[in-house]
C-alpha cells in the first residue's frame, strides 16, 4: 500500500520560511518524479513544483521561483519543499504526489495531475501578515 505524509506545516509570518517533508512508502521511490501542489480556499488546485527521478532536474510554477527549492532523499524515501520569502498569498494546503517514470509524458506534462499515480493528504501553511 501507497502512502505518502506531508509534514512540516503550520503558521509562520510574512518573510519567513518552512520545510515541508513528504515521506513514502509503499513504491520505488527512485522511480518517481515527485511533485508539490497547493490549494487555497476557494481555488483550485495548482502547482508549485516537481523533482523528477534524476533528483537534479526540477520545474517550478514561475511564482515560486527564487523562493521554494525541492529536493529529494532517496535514501529516506522523502522530498522536501524549502519554502521561503513566503507571502500570505502562500497560505494553503500543501500536497505532495508521486508520479511513475513513464514516456507517455514530457517534462512540462508533470505541471498537471495526470501523469500522479498517488497523492498525500496534504498539510496546511498559514502565512500571516
Known amino acids: 500500500q501507497v502512502q505518502l505524509v506531508e509534514s512540516g506545516g503550520g503558521l509562520v509570518q510574512a518573510g519567513g520560511s518552512l520545510r515541508l517533508s513528504c515521506a513514502a512508502s509503499?513504491?520505488?521511490?527512485?522511480?518517481?518524479?515527485m511533485g508539490w501542489f497547493r490549494q487555497a480556499p476557494g481555488n483550485e488546485r495548482e502547482f508549485v513544483g516537481t523533482?523528477?527521478?534524476?533528483?537534479?532536474?526540477?520545474d517550478y510554477a514561475d511564482f515560486v521561483k527564487g523562493r521554494f527549492t525541492i529536493s529529494r532523499d532517496n535514501a529516506k524515501n522523502t522530498v522536501y519543499l524549502q519554502m521561503n520569502s513566503l507571502k500570505p498569498e502562500d497560505t494553503a494546503v500543501y500536497f505532495c504526489?508521486?508520479?511513475?517514470?513513464?514516456?507517455?509524458?514530457?517534462?512540462?506534462?508533470?505541471?498537471?495531475?495526470?501523469?500522479?499515480?498517488?497523492w498525500g493528504q496534504g498539510t496546511q501553511v498559514t502565512v500571516s501578515s
Open positions: 504526489a508521486a508520479g511513475r517514470v513513464s514516456s507517455s509524458y514530457g517534462s512540462r506534462s508533470y505541471r498537471f495531475n495526470q501523469p500522479y499515480n498517488y
Open positions: 509503499g513504491l520505488t521511490f527512485g522511480s518517481y518524479a
Open positions: 523533482i523528477f527521478w534524476t533528483g537534479s532536474d526540477t
